[in-house]
């Protein structure tokens, strides 16, 4: 089904996460040759889904994890997930979160910092898989008020003057008394924005910009939203384009 956009609701509650998170295991392979190989997003929604991962894994699911943050790496160490490094053979499948995530399955992430390796984690993937609660879905991405920018630090005057001229409202994203430190070692600029109508358009204004690393923006890449709500699961699925003569 198409996406469709709740109010919050009655609130979710840890239980229902991980209904969720364990409906996504079911979506790993059981049958590949070697094991799975599953990409490991980050944040709340994705470390639910390590966890699960991890119980499955104990009970003799073979499956190996490529995390995308180094929080996420420990956590998956933790709960007994075998770590790989990105193949050169296309991952099966992605599990990841997601902070917005509008009608056509298009995203904003990066609110947790690991934006960047999240990109190519997905990229690298036969299929992503987004988990999600449903306060997440929006109407129009930009709703919650910023989107991410990763930067290489030494580019921040002309980055923030370039993302002033579209209009965004860019502050560096602090943490300990100083710059958030991606684990790339870049700093990240969390960019106010209001709701939008062509995110496209400013996802590519903003990359052309010198010293841009990546946005948070994810458009077209999510095959599936699991949607965690209070007592149940409900899974979206991007909308295929139709054909002529459909």
Known sequence: MAATVTDK????????????AAYAVNLVP???????????GSGRAASAFVR????RVRQGLAAR??????????????????????????LDLTVDGADEVDPRL????????????????AAASRRQVILVTADKLVPR??????????????????????????GCRPAVRQ??????????????????????????ALDRAIRRIPGVVDTGFFL???????????????????PRPERAGD
């Open 9 to 20: 609701g009655p609130p979710v509650s840890p239980e229902d996460l991980e209904r969720a």
């Open 30 to 40: 059981v049958d590949a040759p070697e094991g799975a190989v599953v990409g490991l």
């Open 52 to 55: 699960a991962l991890g119980a």
């Open 65 to 90: 994890g490529v995390p995308t943050s180094e929080a996420t790496a420990a956590l998956a160490r933790e709960v007994g997930v075998p770590l790989a490094e990105l193949p050169d053979v296309p």
């Open 106 to 121: 298009d995203m904003i992430k990066g609110f947790g910092g690991a934006l960047v390796r999240e990109r190519i984690v």
């Open 141 to 166: 991405l930009g709703v919650r008020g910023h989107v991410p920018v990763e930067i290489i630090p030494f580019a921040r005057p002309l980055v923030e003057g370039r993302l002033r001229a579209l």
């Open 175 to 200: 943490a300990d008394g100083g710059p958030f430190i991606t684990d790339n070692r870049h700093w990240i600029l969390d960019c106010g924005i209001d709701p939008l109508d062509d995110p496209g």
């Open 220 to 238: 077209g890449t999510a095959d599936t939203v699991v949607v965690a709500e209070a007592g149940g699961v409900r899974t979206l699925r991007r």
